[in-house]
């Protein structure tokens, strides 16, 4: 597998009725401009198509795992900003150095950790602690396979990272006598194996999910609509030893809120499948107006008003999106790296599910929030005709799936 694949369509012009801007970032710069992105001689958009009422299974989508392909993920990030893109040489490569720093996610020290019992079954729910000189550094859960990822300095500026010292691991408040080891991004992963006692989490789940519901979604809300609720139907009827609670939250654009807004969040408790299909059903895609939208907003409601189980099997967030946060704008890193962290504390799994967009930066967003809370990152696909156009991700070889089929195989495997 190349270590790089084409990055293939990163502009798009946007529809009429759409409310994002590509060129709208609050400090005037364009895409193409602020990660030196050439996007000379690429085609133009493709029109919206498909029928206008949504309708379930047709969208279609891909997932990549991070955590599972760190040397690919390490490629990037150590890449020459500007050098030939080996697999399309007419484009530069983005300069994704420039949008770590952007989001304040330094994902260069990582530790990854597996715990099982004295039998070699993976430990579920474990709580797993980085220390250093007795300090706790980060905080995580194991998940359904007993693994956790720990990091070091995450919101360090690169070149500014500290150099550790007496890092220690703790699970369930007895700290292990064997040191981790760091994998870094010219690593392969390096996964530090640990035996606890076995846990007992209850036989349930919790899965929320958060949709940005401002006007740029319109050309495909309806349909991730019906998938959602086709999902919530499934899921419904897939409860047989773990009963699943379903909880939504939407969220549009602070900014706008008075003019085209008419709330910056909405949402529904954990609940039965059935009630949160209802709430989703009243749901619509309007309002915003920049690029970017209240994504902090979103994950913070989602924390703060949503009533997570911590004694569940497993807690997943997917989180549907085509627009960033207003990284620019005072206050919003620093929430998005407190709801991260405590997403990881919490042992969220975050699984992005990225939409139509122009905005390659998005991407890498996404990317980040799930490889720091141990989800994985999916992507909508030009291959169901719906919408508008899709990017071409920057990763490996994948296969494309229904979004129907393809969430609903996530779920499964995260609490089985």
């Known amino acids: 597998m190349k270590r790089f694949v084409s990055l293939g369509i990163l502009f798009a012009l946007l529809s009429s009725f759409m409310a994002c801007s590509t060129s709208d970032w609050p400090d005037g710069s364009s895409v193409s401009g602020r990660y030196g992105i050439d996007v000379t001689g690429l085609p ?18 891909g997932e990549w795992s991070d955590l599972a392909h760190w040397d690919y993920w390490g490629g990037l990030m150590t890449a020459k900003p500007g050098e030939p893109n080996p697999d399309a040489p007419q484009q530069a490569v983005p300069d994704y150095g420039k949008m770590a720093a952007d989001w304040g996610f330094n994902t260069a020290s990582r530790y990854a950790l597996h715990v099982q019992d004295a039998s070699g079954k993976p430990v579920v729910g474990a709580t797993v602690e980085l220390l250093e000189s007795g300090t706790v550094v980060w905080k995580a859960r194991t998940s359904n396979a007993g693994d956790a990822q720990l ?49 007992a989490p209850e036989a349930r789940a919790d899965v929320a999910f958060i949709v940005d519901a401002t006007g740029s979604m319109g050309d495909e809300i309806a349909f991730l609509k019906e998938d959602l609720l086709s999902i919530l139907e499934r899921v419904a009827q897939s409860q ?54 209240a994504v902090h907003s979103g994950l913070e409601t989602s924390i703060q008003n949503l009533s997570w189980n911590t004694k569940a099997r497993a807690r997943l967030a997917f989180l549907l999106l085509d627009a960033p946060a207003h990284i620019d704008h005072q206050g919003v890193v620093e929430s998005l790296q407190a709801s991260i962290r405590t997403y990881s504390e919490m042992g969220i799994r975050l699984i992005p599910v990225l939409a139509s967009t122009s905005d390659k930066s998005t991407e890498f967003m996404c990317r980040d929030f799930a490889i720091v809370t141990g989800g994985t990152y999916t992507f909508l696909t030009d291959d169901s005709g719906v919408g508008n156009r899709h990017l071409v991700p920057t990763v490996g070889e994948f296969q494309v799936e229904k979004l129907n089929d393809l969430l609903f195989r996530l779920i499964e495997d995260y609490i089985k």
Do not use: C, H, M
């Open 44 to 61: 133009g958009p493709g029109e919206p198509s498909g029928p206008g009422s949504g309708t379930a299974g047709v969208l279609t989508a």
């Open 151 to 199: 990091w070091y300095d995450l919101f360090a500026a690169r070149g500014q990272e500290r150099a550790p010292t007496s890092l220690q691991i703790r699970i369930n408040g007895v700290l292990q006598e064997t040191a981790p080891v760091v994998t870094t991004f010219t690593d392969e992963a390096k996964i530090n194996t640990y035996v606890a006692s076995t846990t």
């Open 240 to 293: 047989e030893s773990i009963t699943i609670r379903t909880a939504a939250v939407f969220y549009r654009d602070k900014i706008y809120r008075d003019t085209r807004d008419s709330y910056l969040t909405r949402y529904d408790d954990f609940t039965t499948p059935a009630k949160t299909s209802a709430f989703v059903r009243k749901q619509d895609a309007e309002g915003g107006g920049d690029l970017p939208e």
